[in-house]
């Protein structure tokens, strides 16, 4: 049982560099996004630079990405998204109830954070689902829009190209969600800022 004082290393370097150059990276490209899908004369950033500052962005997400997963197959930290299958569903209940009812009475988490188990079941699910699918769905498909050979000309009649931008913007709109949520639940550790904190020092505080 983790002391009400305990500091646990949790986040290394690479870790803290890569995290911070991707909410980076991921603030460019949905400003930048947002400009290129609602363009007009009075866009805060002009579509020509948007369209430009959006490709370099996102190639520099994508090596970002690649060093992540890398890192991930040679570090211990990939065994945090190992999602073990049996009697996941009734933890992520657990966890969705003290979200939503226990975290107001007051309730110890049901999953406190260990050096073993850095996520609680809703916070594995979420990432991996993030890392391992829509941000390869988000690079993949603004590869397709960024070199317009290598799309598939049609799909049952429809235009590849067409269904590879919906397709990026349908990730890019779950990935722009997501962020705005992370944020949210940042705010729910010890403090409203230790969470933030961690990312500094790399040590998380428990409750």
């Known amino acids: 049982m983790n002391s009400h004082n305990e500091r646990l290393y949790l986040y290394p370097v690479w870790i803290r560099v890569w995290h911070m150059t991707n909410a980076l990276l991921c603030l460019i490209l949905i ?7 609602f363009s007009n004369p009075s866009t805060v950033v002009k579509f020509k630079v948007a369209v430009s500052v959006h490709n370099i962005a996102g ?11 890398i890192g991930n197959l040679f570090t211990r ?3 945090f998204y190992v999602i073990e299958v049996k009697g996941f569903l009734n933890r992520m209940m657990a966890q ?3 979200y939503t009812i226990g975290i107001f009475r007051n309730e110890s988490p049901p999953f406190p954070v260990t050096v073993n188990s850095k996520f609680n079941p809703l916070q594995q699910f979420s990432y991996v689902a993030l890392m391992y ?5 988000v690079i993949l498909s603004g590869l397709g829009l960024l070199y317009p050979e290598i799309t598939v000309n049609s799909i049952m009649g429809a235009s590849g190209l067409d269904i590879t931008d919906l397709i990026h913007l349908a990730a890019g709109f779950l990935i722009t969600i997501f962020m ?4 949210y639940f940042c705010t729910i550790g010890k403090t409203p ?5 961690s990312m500094i020092d790399g040590y998380h505080e428990s409750h």
């Open 31 to 37: 400003i930048t996004g947002l400009s290129i899908q």
């Open 77 to 79: 930290n990939g065994v």
């Open 193 to 197: 800022t230790s969470n933030f904190k």
């Open 96 to 98: 969705f109830r003290y």
């Open 133 to 137: 699918a829509l941000v390869p769905l």
């Open 59 to 69: 190639t520099i997400l994508a090596i970002s990405y690649a060093l992540f997963f």
């Open 180 to 183: 705005c949520i992370h944020i």
